[in-house]
């Protein structure tokens, strides 16, 4: 199956903090490390992983975290080949701070991702149509989303819009998207809201499905993920598991949904599947490299019943 994937690509630097800092707080870290990411490419490489065929579309700096990033997509079976490599900006770069348990805060800087434009998502439409389903954040101008939407036949590919990071969407055609995954955060951003129980983020996800998205769901961590539908939602727990890092792991659900839909799977099985892919992505450091193979996500669930619905 074909996936394509619109997005960023960022070098990570990462810091381990024993406490994520308040406002006006200096915390000591421990080392400093560099790991490739970027939604965009993250979810890339976690579909070629999962065994898709996957292409990547995007923008990259003409330096050299450019070109290792292209390097490690493309070693992981990512076609690369439309991914541009721009003069006079630098390649998007994310500051990520890793708490003691595994959680982050990250501040990313765009740089090259910022110049993903219209026209090139235009150039990019008759490749980006022969996919089967099509991965899509928000690290890119909303403007770029917006001419994809736009652009795309009306039924076919699949799109999965991940709204990170959150910001208002009321400027793109909701109804071309098939399932939008904002997590808890992403979530309260674009609902308000703030509980954490099936049945609130049934009620507040109502709007969102007003404004035309087909299915969402709601990713939550350690509890799980929701499916808002029409009048309810369903909770899939967690697997438990230890948190080392969660940076990456909502790019491992994004895309183990994506490779399940597009082979024509159901919801119900895609979401059980993609949390168990984030399972396993939280237990390693780094974006890129906790990303997990399908013979890993296989063996793990061999291990593992999967938890009953909520
Ligand atoms: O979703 C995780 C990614 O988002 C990281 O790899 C980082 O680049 C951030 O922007």
Redesign the pocket.
Known sequence: MKIAVLG?L?M?LVVEVDHLPRPGETVLGHGLAR?P???GN?QAIAAARLGAEVHLFGRVGKDAFGDELLAVARDAGVDVSAVEQVDGEAT?I?M?MVGPNGQNM?A?APGANGRVAEAYVTGALPRLAEADAILVQL?IPLSAVAALLHGLPPERPLVILDP?PAQDLTALPLRRVDFLTPNREEFAVLTGWSASGVTEAGRAGQALLDLGVRHLVVTADADGAFLVERGGATRFPAYPVEVVDA??A??AFNAALAVKLAAGRGPYEAIGFANAVAALAVTRRG?VPALPTLAEVQAFLSRRRSPALG
Do not use: L, V
């Open positions: 960023s960022n990570d790991y990411g970027g939604k993250n998007g994310s990520i990250i990313y690290e990170a940076t990456g909502g790019d974006a």
